[in-house]
């Protein structure tokens, strides 16, 4: 079973989880270094670019923008089944990056030293998941 049925369904979680992340620490980062990341999937396709860079101070620390944005530091491409695993906490990035189940362009280093500060938004997600399909949550 594929891991969104549709565009739409990607949309809808991942435009709840951006509210939801927007003042994390991993988005206070973000803004702190006027970062932007995009993540592109396919299967379905959907870009989904999480700006630290342009949000306006006293607001949100980051804005989540679908299939446009400002320009991002780095980008992460992969199939929708392997960003499911990534935000579900699932995913050996590294591993991932060396398998070409991901490839990046742009500032990976950078980005990389975010995923410390993902396993709240890994949780946050797996929630969004647990009562898109009607399960209860801990």
Request: net charge negative; charged share 25%; with cysteine.
């Amino acid at each position: 079973m594929a891991a969104f049925r549709d565009k739409a369904e990607m949309l809808e979680i991942f435009g709840e989880l951006g509210r939801r992340a927007s003042a994390s620490e991993a988005a206070k980062v973000l803004y702190d270094a006027g970062m932007v990341v995009a993540f592109a999937y396919h299967d379905p396709e959907l870009t989904l670019v999480m700006d630290g860079r342009t949000p306006e101070e006293g607001g949100p620390a980051m804005i989540m923008h679908f299939d446009g944005g400002p320009r991002p530091d780095v980008t992460f491409t992969c199939s929708a089944e392997i960003g499911h695993r990534f935000w579900s906490g699932e995913l050996d990035v590294t591993q991932a990056l060396a398998r070409g189940e991901i490839t990046a362009r742009g500032s990976i280093a950078k980005a990389l030293r975010l995923l410390p500060l993902m396993p709240p938004l890994y949780e946050e997600y797996r929630s969004l998941r647990a009562q898109q399909s009607g399960e209860r949550t801990p």
